[in-house]
């Protein structure tokens, strides 16, 4: 049984996640190049934290996706630093399409390698073998159907959409293992935690959506007030008492009840959407010092 969360220990490790990730081990030997994916608006939060011991050190290229949605300044300072560390990094809008292509032409980079070294043996070249991993809704289904060129993968704004592992061929000379989206065990870093719950990376209705209100504003107050304060008409936010924001937006926004009462949860619903949906503009919610 899941227990709705009312406190900052945010952690959400079903057992469906730890399945994926022993089927992940058990078909390691038969991949060729990992698809790690992350989300732009949260570059270092979305990263999974034990990728390294799941992967091993199979060769690997970091595709960051909403690229669209990101603080392009904040987000690329982040992309430069992982590129320092030696990774691919291909970020890409999966709206428009832009720089999906570049996922391709870098995976056959990795493959001639790979067909280079299996000529030397005497073998036959044959097709890579890619694994996309990422947390729950990364863009991971909607990458795979923009790379295939069709719908071949259901798509949703919440965790869990994809269930198994399973291969498609995303190319003539590339297949792919989907798998679902997974976290780790445990979540050491909650203001990590908390920005995987406003992204829906983490279960919803586990968390208390005061708790993730109460933590937008905060944010959005740190790193984007003009911002928050402009969507919502607002003069002034005093984040200590930030109830008092909320229920100055029910008011704007029409979500008071019989007597004037604030609906708290519909309006906690609207803020959370806003976030999701993209109308606070470009943001990014991670910093490298956050690390």
Known sequence: MEHRQNSTNINWYPGHMAKTRREVLEKLELIDVVYEVIDARMPISSKIADIDTLIRNKPRILIVTKYDLCDIMVTDAILK?????????????????KNVSKIVSCTKVVMEEMNRIRKEKGMKPRSIRALILGVPNVGKSTLINRLVGKKVTAVGNRPGVTKNLGWIRIHKDIELLDSPGILWPKLENQRQASILALFSAVKEEIVDSSFLVRFLIEIMMEYYPTRFLERYQLSSVDVEHWEETVLEIAKKRGSLGKGGVCDYEKTYSLILNDLKDGLFGPITLDREEDR
């Open 81 to 97: 630093k992982y590129e320092e560390q030696g990774f691919i990094v291909i970020p890409v809008d999966l709206m428009s399409g």
